[in-house]
């Protein structure tokens, strides 16, 4: 499909100005000539053509509303179109972030009362909105980590992460100076206790856990796994990224952990959008409230303002208060569940994985055979062995099916992973469908393996040259 | 209400195929004395209708202005219609990361041709497809410029957003690194002698803004040339991205980083955030700089198509040793701005000139107010500091009357001795303008 810039024709325009009702003074008379550019290359086309550009777009685009999104660790559920429109609300997004305080009351209670939800749903204390996103929220509370034993005037150099993790975890730890050591799984696919003692030391600053964890499974020995790293100074951080196995059922302040992260774009509902925006609140209980990011919400009587009066705090991690609109969704949804409706949620998701599980367990080796939480990690080696057919092959073949594959090669304790989320908003014909895909690509993996390696054969465009774009790499255009 | 579709006889169903009896039985992993054992603690759920009258209520409690005379990082603009239809299409708001380039070939092509428009709107040869917002890309830009150059001192010029400053200092922080800030001159502009004796050995990087916090362009050259001459690295951010439809690109006046905000390109200001954050730089940081990329290449058959790649700098791929941790980033508000982009097209040219002619007109009908005169000399774009007599009392006067008011310098910045700075866009009608000087009078 043609670029943009290919479609521009010289003089043609969609966005009109309105006529200055000041007076148009030459610029260069306002700023010196040498500070001012000389052409502006932006692409001239007229309204129509842009509407159909990004509607074609669109149209190579996949998304939940398009459907069935199994991808793992993503928690691609539906996006509840009520909480669109009420993000949309002019008195939200016409709102300025230095707006008067007593302009500003309808979003500071939003804001004050959401992290009070949080609180509650986690077992925590004290939230942060204001990370922008899971990964940034990692970066927050390992910040909040390094405040901490600043603040007792020991330092700490390492932080424990388990060979499980999602790769955000190792890399925010590194990007707040501290040193990354690994703990080994055990054989049933739990954290292996025994390494954890033997690398728990009085350096260590904690332990950074996602629980259930990237294979989908509970962390058993959750009790004696804080207990280790709590004898020994440490504090436990939650990746809350797999929430939505818990909400409503257990709450990870209760369990032992410290901090959490979560990310309002997968268990509260709040959409993509390609790849954001998202956000990632940061709970924490009372010891660690201080050091949270400033400025906070407070309330008086009935009145909300914003208060940078906690000097303990790291201080800010982003402009303003975070992802503002992605909270309004947020919000919303948990207005409509309430409490009841969130515990429906994990336990729905933790049927429909467990449902796929047991479906496609006769055609797919599992990576880990036990219960799983709201996700069940498979391992395409059956398939290698037999025909050659790798993960990718059978998730490109997926496309052909009209499916979003599922998080592949990750995590990456298992070969050839195939991770599943199927999430609770789907019924039970989706998972029947996309059972019966995956059973009919194994299948075709025996008989025909050269169509599963030759997938996609339907999308308009296929297998694409990733070696290719790395070697020579072609970031912008520049032929026109 | 909740979303879920499964009716009694479908969990039933599905419960017999597990091979479980009762829901509970599925998170038999939980130790017993953690489980909840209640309902939480939150309001009573809500039908879809008591959702949207109560969210209207709490968006009614906030007072939207007649008009506003805040900017400071923000900023009220026209936001063609187009925009919100095409961020509307759910195959873009509801899909994922392009991580199957297959069936994502529409938003893949989307931020490649916005990796463009950004290139040739800052003068580099690479941006990224978007960072949270201005401060966190200003200060992954000055992390990743320590980490390559193995110095631990960042020099930022106090000119810089305070918030932006702050950012980069938790950063820096967290990471080990000084940070020491450069005053401004009478024009409001980075002193450059004292520039030149802040730099040192240590200094990785200089970080100034143009437009910078108070409105005033800077002449980026001479502070690469400064910066350069230390072997450190010019981060140049602006405060305003729709200042660059007539500033000169901040890479061809010899930025290594140009960094910034770009919810003025088709974003509300909704509050602080969602926005994104720009960042760009040159060839010679391709393969480090932070975020998302997408390059294009060709498929089997030979058709063009786009990927994301080089994603050895990223952390699902390098761990520890990424350039980031960034994963998530603000896709569909560079989405946004991608489209606002196409149909500004060279238009964008005329809008920054009627800001330009709108904060002029205001910053002289302000300035003939008895005790009321610009704080700097510099030339400025579509923002301005004015000292005034009594600035709270300005502020509570244009409240009353339906204005947010100017941005108070006097917390930020107390040594200028009080000030307010105000902001004029295309919003900004000249009656309303005309208004307001006279409620100050």
């Known amino acids: ?480 | 209400m909740d979303y879920i579709p499964h009716t009694q006889d479908d969990v039933n169903e599905m419960m017999r195929a597990v091979g479980v009896d009762s829901l509970e039985a599925l998170f038999a992993d939980i130790p017993e004395a953690y489980r909840l054992g209640r309902l939480l603690d939150l309001p009573a759920p809500l039908a879809e209708q008591e959702i949207w009258e109560h969210m209207s209520g709490l968006a009614g409690r906030n007072r939207l202005p007649r008009a506003t005379l805040t900017g400071a990082g923000a900023y009220h603009h026209y936001i063609p219609a187009v925009v919100s239809h095409v961020l509307a299409r759910p195959e873009f708001y509801t899909a994922y990361t392009p991580y199957q380039a297959e069936i994502s070939q529409g938003i893949l092509q989307a931020i490649y041709e916005y990796q463009t428009m950004i290139t040739r709107l800052t003068g580099t040869r690479v941006a990224n497809a978007s960072m949270y917002d201005g401060a966190t890309a200003m200060a992954e830009a000055a992390v990743l410029s320590a980490k390559s150059l193995g110095r631990d001192r960042l020099v930022m010029a106090r000119s810089v957003h305070p918030e932006y400053r702050k950012v980069v200092k938790t950063y820096a922080w967290a990471n080990g690194y000084e940070c020491v800030e450069i005053p401004f001159d009478a024009a409001g502009r980075v002193e450059l002698e004292a520039l030149r004796g802040l730099l040192d050995g240590r200094s990785a990087a200089v970080l100034v803004q143009s437009p910078n916090f108070f409105g005033v362009i800077e002449d980026i050259g001479p502070l690469a040339d400064l910066a350069h001459g230390q072997g450190a690295l010019l981060v140049a951010g602006f405060a305003e991205p729709t200042s660059l439809g007539i500033l000169k690109p901040p890479g061809e006046a010899g930025a290594d980083f140009v960094v910034g905000e770009g919810q003025g390109f088709g974003n509300p200001v909704s509050y602080g955030g969602p926005y994104l954050g720009i960042l760009a730089s040159t060839d010679a940081f391709l393969r480090k700089i932070p975020g998302r990329l997408v390059g294009a290449t060709v498929d089997r058959e030979g058709q063009r198509g786009y990927v994301l790649t080089l994603q050895t700098r990223e952390q699902h791929i390098r761990r520890e040793k990424a350039t980031s941790n960034i994963c998530s980033n603000e896709a569909l508000c560079m989405l946004a701005a991608a489209v606002y982009l196409a149909c500004l097209g060279k238009n964008l040219r005329k809008l920054a000139s009627l800001n330009v002619w709108k904060a002029h007109y205001l910053k002289g009908s302000l300035s003939t107010l008895p005790g009321w005169r610009p704080l700097f000399t510099g030339p400025v774009y579509n923002e301005f500091a004015l000292a005034c007599p009594d600035p709270k009392e300005a502020n509570r006067r244009l409240e009353k009357a339906g204005y947010t008011g100017g941005y108070d310098l006097s917390g930020e910045y107390p040594e200028l001795g009080g000030g307010l700075l105000f902001c004029a866009t295309e919003m900004l009608r000249r009656e309303d303008m005309d208004n307001v000087v006279s409620l100050l009078r």
């Not at chain 1, 300025?96 to 959401?114: C, I, N």
């Not at chain 1, 509650?120 to 390992?142: S, W």
């Not at chain 1, 797999?242 to 909400?247: C, E, F, G, P, S």
């Open chain 1, 1 to 480: 499909m043609e670029l943009i810039f290919e479609k521009s024709r010289p003089g043609r325009t969609a966005g009109s100005v309105p006529a200055s009702d000041v007076p148009e003074t030459a610029l260069e008379t306002l700023i010196p000539a040498g500070l001012l550019r000389d052409d502006l290359d932006l692409p001239e086309l007229a309204e129509v053509d842009i509407v159909r550009h990004y509607t074609r777009l669109a149209r190579r685009n996949f998304g939940v509303d398009v459907g069935f999104y199994p991808l793992g660790s993503c928690t691609m559920k539906y996006n509840p179109k009520v909480n669109e429109n009420a993000a949309r609300l002019d008195g939200f997004t016409g709102l300025h972030p230095y707006a008067p305080v007593a302009f500003s009351q309808g979003s500071l209670r939003l804001l004050h009362e959401l992290a009070g939800y949080l609180s509650e749903i986690c077992g925590m204390d004290e939230f942060t909105l204001q990370p922008a996103a899971g990964a940034h929220g990692e970066l927050t509370g390992v910040m909040i980590i390094k405040k901490h034993f600043e603040k007792k005037g020991r330092k700490r150099s390492t932080i424990l992460i388990p060979d499980t993790a999602h790769g955000t975890n190792p890399a925010s730890v590194a990007l707040c100076g501290f040193q990354v050591a690994t703990v080994r799984s055990n054989a049933e696919g739990g954290i292996d206790v025994a390494h954890l003692r033997e690398l728990m030391t009085e350096d260590v600053a904690g332990l950074m856990l996602t629980n259930p964890n990237t294979l989908g499974l509970f962390e058993r020995n959750i009790e004696e796994v804080a207990d280790i790293v709590h004898r020994r100074g440490g504090l436990l951080y939650c990746d809350g990224a797999n929430a939505n196995a818990l909400v409503g059922v257990t709450r990870p302040g209760d369990l032992g952990f410290d901090i959490i992260q979560l990310n309002l774009h997968k268990t509260f509902s709040t959409p993509h959008g390609c790849g954001g925006p998202g956000s990632g609140p940061v709970g924490v209980k009372r010891h660690l409230a201080p050091f949270l990011p400033v400025p906070r919400v407070v309330k008086k009587g009935k009145r909300y303002r914003w208060s940078e009066e906690f000097p303990l705090s790291i201080g800010r991690v982003r402009a303003f208060y975070g992802n503002f609109g992605v909270m309004v969704k947020a919000y919303a949804y948990i207005r409509a569940l309430g409490a009841e409706g969130m515990r429906r949620v994990s336990e729905n998701a933790v049927l429909n994985a467990n449902y796929v599980m047991a479906r496609l367990k006769p055609h797919y080796r599992l990576a880990y055979d036990r219960v799983c939480m709201h996700e069940c990690v498979f391992t395409g080696e059956r398939q290698v062995q037999e025909s050659g057919v790798h993960t990718t092959d059978i998730a490109k073949r997926l496309l052909d099916y009209g499916f979003h594959p599922p998080t592949i090669y990750f995590p990456l304790i298992v070969r050839e992973a195939i991770m599943i989320e199927p999430t609770e908003t789907e019924s039970k014909e989706t998972l029947d469908e996309f059972c019966e895909a995956m059973i009919s690509i194994a299948r075709e993996a025996r008989e025909n393996p050269d169509l599963v390696k030759s997938a996609p054969l339907t999308t308009p465009v296929k297998r694409l040259d990733d070696v290719l774009a790395a070697r020579k790499p072609d970031v912008c255009w520049t032929l026109c």
